[in-house]
């Protein structure tokens, strides 16, 4: 059975530290690996990895995907208080079509 | 900007009744998502569609319908709602599945 696992379920940090949330994936046909930020509403887009050790980079945020080891982590530094948010993640399997989350990360960043 | 649009907020309603969740997406997708989400749960797929009038079982489908008869339209119903399906619905769309899934804002069901 298809399965992504994120850890931890939830952090909480001050202001400034640095964070790194990890996801693991045992699926089928792996084609994407997707990270989103869900704060009140919708969760909004960060990054879609396909390919291993390139890094993705937004600001402070960056991503990168390990296909042999089948995992990825999201980086955070210099953490704000707007970043408090569940981060989801995501793979996209080719053979079911399917997106597959996993139960996310809570992550609470303090003043 | 893609928008996705989900014609409710927030809905209360009783054990019994039909219950119909609706989403429509303005940028031409092919693909769309009900999702619901509960806590320690994350996202579970309940239906998908990939073009008009054809839909296949996520994951949780029972219990569940949909209905895509326009391309920018996929509605969720609940054909006898139960207090087991209160939850947040989540609808999404996207052109292929080499792109993000781009989300509605959510419909947060409270079954009585």
């Known amino acids: 059975e298809d399965k992504v696992v994120q850890s931890p379920l939830s952090l909480v940090v001050h202001e400034g530290d640095t964070v790194t949330l990890n996801c693991s994936y045992e699926?089928?046909?792996?084609?994407?690996l997707l990270w989103y930020k869900q704060e009140k509403k919708a969760p909004t887009f960060l990054f879609m990895l396909t390919s291993s050790g390139i890094e993705k980079k937004s600001g402070r945020l960056s991503s990168i995907l390990d296909k042999k080891e089948l995992f990825s982590i999201l980086n955070i530094t210099a953490t704000q208080t707007g970043d408090s948010a569940i981060y989801l993640c995501?793979?996209?399997?080719?053979?079911?079509?399917?997106?597959?989350f996993g139960t996310g990360t809570r992550l609470k960043v303090l003043a | 900007d893609v928008k996705v649009t989900q014609s409710s907020r927030y809905l209360v309603k009783r054990t019994g009744e039909k219950v119909f969740l609706e989403c429509v997406q303005d940028?031409?997708?092919?693909?769309m998502f009900w999702y619901r989400q509960d806590p320690g749960l994350g996202l579970r797929l309940i239906y998908f569609s990939y073009d008009v009038k054809m839909k296949e079982k996520g994951d949780i489908p029972e219990g569940y319908s949909v209905s895509r008869e326009k391309k920018e339209r996929f509605s969720l119903i609940l054909e006898s709602a139960s207090t087991n399906q209160t939850s947040m619905y989540l609808c999404?769309?996207?052109?292929?599945?080499?792109?993000?899934?781009?989300f509605g804002n959510g419909t947060r069901l409270t079954v009585t």
């Open positions: 940028m031409d997708h092919e693909n």
């Open positions: 999404a769309s996207t052109p292929s599945g080499t792109s993000p899934l781009h």
């Open positions: 699926v089928t046909n792996f084609r994407s």
């Open positions: 995501a793979v996209f399997t080719s053979g079911t079509y399917k997106y597959i």
